[in-house]
């Protein structure tokens, strides 16, 4: 059994064909995650390190926005701004999507992991949010019958313009 690395402290352990499959039935990952090819990747060199350096390029957008939201007096959260900021990188090719790929694809697959925390902490509030819960389902109701109108008609737009286009 080898061990190959996957982007981060993680390590990926070969396992024979039956193992691997159930594991990647389970797998909450993108489809690209569960099918890069490893083996190359290490054989080709500088895999480690090409992910270091793409986590570095997303950390540094990251940076960015925390700066612009501690100088400019908007109410926009620094993660917006570092997002917005990366977008327009790319829009303007000063990166290459090519640059970010890889690390952002596993980011949006462990994603799901990251609200593990935050629902923690609600989970921890829950008395606190008993006495409040009237007024939040009165609050989220509208919120999610606009959002589903809304996206109904973006749909609806996009589905239209694809096929006169």
């Known amino acids: 059994m080898g061990v190959r690395f996957l982007p981060g402290p993680f390590l990926f352990h070969s396992f024979s064909g039956k193992i691997q499959q159930s594991l990647s039935d389970i797998a909450v990952a993108p489809p690209e995650v569960l099918d890069y090819n490893f083996d190359l990747a290490v054989r080709q060199g500088g895999f480690f390190t090409n992910y270091l350096f793409q986590f570095a390029r997303i950390l540094a957008f ?13 109410p926009v959260p620094a993660s917006v701004y570092g997002l917005v900021l990366l977008l327009l990188a790319l829009n303007f090719r000063l990166i290459r999507l090519e640059d970010v790929k890889e690390v952002g ?42 959002y589903m109108t809304c996206q109904k008609y973006i749909i609806e737009g996009v589905v239209a313009g694809a096929v006169k286009g």
């Open 62 to 74: 990251c940076f960015l926005g925390e700066v612009c939201h501690a100088v400019l007096p908007l």
């Open 105 to 146: 694809v596993f980011l949006t697959g462990i994603f799901p992991l990251l609200f593990v925390p935050a629902a923690a902490g609600v989970m921890e509030l829950w008395a606190e949010m008993g006495e409040m819960l009237l007024p939040i389902i009165i609050a989220i109701i509208p919120i999610i019958i606009l």
